[in-house]
């Protein structure tokens, strides 16, 4: 009687811990799938049931041209701020993940720090240096596209890191010792063994930072000059003014952008892995 008394016990946590997962998992996902349905929606004013579908809101959206500026603008800047992260955080990870020296811990944790400074602050933080750094040198950063791109590689070298040390501290030593037995330098090494062992979490590295400069908004609020926009920005600044399906389609343009590069990213090395 116990033996079936615990069995329905560990059947019934089981089916307890399941539900709550889905649960959880239905709470994350399902407005998305709301946001993706209403684009469809024939209403002009976001109501239920809707009278119809059409797919003209996403005509629209194309035909915005707040939304065609601010999606080239940030594709740009992502762009940029992803492969300086790489120029960046490869050798950054190189030297954490495959050597141990005196302050090892604090350059990391500096180079990490972006990650738990509020968006908002950190946007306040470099807004203000860029106009000290403009005052003593009277070199204008504030405002511009190369301000905005630096901002944002802050941002986007600690994801670099994450995944190019996650990836570089499971590589086997033996191979670079392999490589320098059979005559092989440093250099060579690096560009022969490492790198192309760890390509794999190079690209998904590139991948995810492009998509954490994408859809960044606090940064670009602060930092982002006159007659220029992101697509975060055109989205906000359309809601203060207009609310109808076209909003959605936008975001399931972006979305499904997005989603479909950590999938790819994901390919390359898992990005349970980073965190």
């Known amino acids: 009687m116990s033996v079936l008394s615990d069995r329905s016990l560990r059947r019934l946590g089981r089916w307890s811990f399941s539900g709550l997962a889905l649960a959880i998992f239905a709470f994350l996902i399902l407005p998305l799938v709301c946001v993706i349905w209403v684009a469809f929606f024939a209403n002009k004013i976001v109501s239920f049931p809707p009278e119809g579908y059409t797919i003209d809101w996403f005509k629209n959206a194309l035909a915005v041209a707040s939304f065609r500026d601010g999606f080239l603008l940030s594709l740009r800047v992502s762009a940029l701020a992803s492969l300086s992260a ?19 811990s604090a350059i990391m944790g500096l180079l990490m720090s972006p990650l738990v400074v509020p968006g908002i602050v950190g946007g306040a933080a470099i807004y203000m240096f860029f106009i000290e750094w403009e005052v003593a040198t009277e070199i204008q950063m504030a405002a511009t596209l190369p301000g905005l791109m630096i901002a944002h590689t802050v941002i986007a070298v600690p994801w670099t890191m994450r995944v190019m040390v996650a990836s570089l501290v499971s590589l086997d ?7 320098m037995n059979l005559g092989a330098n440093r250099w060579v090494t690096l560009f022969k063994v490492v790198l192309p062992v760890a390509r794999p979490a190079i690209v998904a590295a590139a991948l995810l930072s492009f998509v954490i400069s994408f859809i960044d908004l606090e940064l670009s609020l602060f930092l982002v000059g006159p007659g220029r926009t992101t697509l975060p920005i055109a989205i906000v600044s359309y809601l203060q003014w207009t609310l109808d399906p076209t909003i959605c389609a936008v975001a399931t343009i972006q979305i499904v952008l997005i989603g479909s590069m950590l999938l790819i990213a994901d390919r390359f090395v898992s990005i349970s892995k980073a965190f």
Do not use: D, K, V, Y
Not at 88 to 97: D, E, M, N, W, Y
Not at 173 to 179: I, R, T
């Open 86 to 104: 790489l120029a960046l955080g490869i050798p950054a990870a190189l030297l954490i993940g495959r050597r141990q020296f005196p302050g090892r």
């Open 173 to 179: 030593p033996a191979l670079e010792e392999a490589s």
